[in-house]
Structures are given as structure tokens and as C-alpha cells.
């Protein structure tokens, strides 16, 4: 994650600026939506996710880097990190030890990660060619590209968990 062209050059490709501004808006919401919550909406526990409001804000900004490591890893060819290769059972003892860590976190912080995390993955997505983004690798349930991922695991992601975050709020 360490690429920082912002727009396109010769080789950057406009379907990855494109995925870029989706994600950023993405995570533009998540901010917005957390920026408006109270000290008691941080805390709330969020039935869906079996951890507070905080502690899923958290996991959605920590996801930024770990599902962008893998984006990255499959845009460039490399081996996937380890997270990629997580069966349900670690994932979900990796997201218990996580929510542990991320307990006694402020919404300050949440923002601050969500905006640091954020900003890292833009820049990075955004740099990233048609022939990176057109890259597939093999999986269980067939090939996916980098695209795929990046839509579907990225901001798939954090979307998803958003959406149980305000069902919890809405209550």
C-alpha cells in the first residue's frame, strides 16, 4: 500500500480511479454515519455483529488494510497474505482477539482509522492498471480478478457492516 498516484497516468487505468471514488464514497459514508453518532451509539451492542457499535467501526477501518493487502497482493501477482487463506472458524477467533483490541477505542479513533486506512487504500487503488485489475487468481468457488475483489471484499465489506450498524442505531 505504499503506491500514491492519485490520477491517471499512461498505464493507470479509469476503471481504477473509478473503483477508487466508489470506495472512497463508501468510506465517506461510514465517516459521515459514525460522525453523527453519541457516545451511547458507540457502546450500543450491535446484535448482528455480537460486538458494540465501536468495536464493528473498528473492524470495518482494519478491514480497509487487510482486504486492500490482499487486493494489492493479487494486483501485483504475489502470494496472498495469510488472511486471505483464513477458514471460517480462524476468522472468526481473529475477529473475536480484534474486538478484544478495539474495546476501549473512542469514535475518535474509529474516524481517525477509517480516514488514515481510507486514504492509504485509495491511493493504492487508484494507481492500479487495467491488466492489475483484470487479474485473477483461482479460488474454491472459481476465479476471481482483482476487480471482483476489490468490489465485492473491499467494499463489499464495508458496506455490509455498515448496514448492521444502523439497523442497530435505528433501534
Not at 473509478?18 to 459521515?32: H, P, Q, S, T, Y
Not at 502470494?79 to 473512542?106: E, H, I, K, M
Request: charged share 25%; with cysteine; glycine share 10%.
Amino acid at each position: 500500500m505504499r503506491r500514491s498516484k492519485e490520477i491517471p497516468t499512461a498505464t493507470t487505468s479509469y476503471r481504477a480511479v473509478e473503483l477508487e471514488r466508489r470506495f472512497a464514497a463508501a468510506n465517506g459514508d461510514v465517516i459521515a454515519f459514525v460522525q453523527g453518532l453519541t457516545d451511547d451509539d458507540w457502546c450500543a451492542p450491535c446484535e448482528r455483529e455480537g460486538r458494540s457499535v465501536g468495536q464493528v467501526v473498528e473492524h470495518i477501518a482494519a478491514g480497509h488494510l487487510i482486504i486492500g493487502g490482499i487486493v494489492e497482493a493479487m494486483a501485483l501477482g504475489s502470494p496472498l497474505p495469510v488472511a486471505a487463506r483464513r477458514t471460517q472458524a480462524t476468522g472468526a477467533r481473529y475477529n473475536a482477539r480484534q474486538a478484544a483490541r478495539f474495546a476501549d477505542r473512542s469514535r475518535k479513533d474509529g474516524l481517525r482509522s477509517l480516514r488514515r486506512n481510507g486514504g492509504i487504500v485509495a491511493r493504492f487503488l487508484a494507481s492500479l492498471t487495467d491488466e492489475q485489475l483484470d487479474r485473477a487468481i483461482d479460488t474454491a468457488e472459481g476465479p476471481i480478478t482483482t476487480r471482483d475483489e476489490i468490489e465485492h471484499g473491499l467494499i463489499g465489506h464495508a458496506l455490509g457492516h455498515i448496514e448492521a450498524v444502523r439497523e442497530t442505531v435505528a433501534r
